[in-house]
Each structure stands twice: as structure tokens, then as C-alpha cells.
């Protein structure tokens, strides 16, 4: 059974920072490209970074030059570092990953966290 586990959440300051991790635990053979989304009140599910086992990223335009993504490979852990949050960034953080079960499996399956809150505010 395949899990992946987000923490970090939490309040934060305007202006602050924090930092998210989602760790992939269970059986399975390797991961491909690791992301995290966000879903606010009312509003669609969006992307907000993506980044590929080789380390390259993408970002929403609405966060890019303030938060950063990074993954761990050895750990199988994929982070967000969110710096000067703003109120318009509060939502639930969703993390992504794409999980190949084994080595005999031809294909890579989506798996999602549970969610972690998120509130920017003073």
C-alpha cells in the first residue's frame, strides 16, 4: 500500500515562510515526477510546482520567485519551501506523486496525500 504523508502545514505570517515535505512510504519500485497542488474554498484544484527525478521545475506564475520545490530522491520526499505567503495563497496542499509499483509494471499510477492546511494571514 502505497501512501504518501504531507506535513508542515499550518498558519503563517504575510511576509513569513514555511516549508512543506511529503514522503512516499510502501512497497513500490520508483517514482517519477513528484508536484504539489492546492485546492482554495470555492476553486478548482491547481497546480502549484512540479519537479521531475532529474530536478527540473515548474512553476505556477502566481508563486514563481517565492516558492521553491526540491525533491529528495534517497528519501523519497518532495518539498515546498513557500517564502513571503500571502493571504491569497491560503488552500489546502495537496502533494503528487507518479508511483511505478514494480519493476514488471509498464506504466506509472498517480497517488495523492491526504492534504495539509495552509493559512496565511496576521
Known amino acids: 500500500q502505497v501512501q504518501l504523508v504531507e506535513s508542515g502545514g499550518g498558519l503563517v505570517q504575510p511576509g513569513g515562510s514555511l516549508r512543506l515535505s511529503c514522503a512516499a512510504s510502501g512497497s513500490f519500485h520508483s517514482i517519477l515526477d513528484m508536484a504539489w497542488y492546492r485546492q482554495a474554498p470555492g476553486k478548482q484544484r491547481e497546480l502549484v510546482a512540479g519537479v521531475t527525478t532529474g530536478g527540473s521545475t515548474n512553476y505556477a506564475e502566481s508563486v514563481k520567485g517565492r516558492f521553491a520545490i526540491s525533491r529528495d530522491n534517497a528519501k523519497n520526499t518532495v518539498y515546498l519551501q513557500m517564502n513571503n505567503p500571502r493571504p491569497e495563497d491560503t488552500a489546502v496542499y495537496y502533494c503528487?506523486?507518479?508511483?511505478?509499483?514494480?519493476?514488471?509494471?509498464?506504466?506509472?499510477?498517480?497517488?495523492w496525500g491526504q492534504g495539509t492546511q495552509v493559512t496565511v494571514s496576521s
Open positions: 503528487y506523486a507518479q508511483i511505478k509499483i514494480s519493476s514488471g509494471a509498464s506504466y506509472y499510477v498517480g497517488y
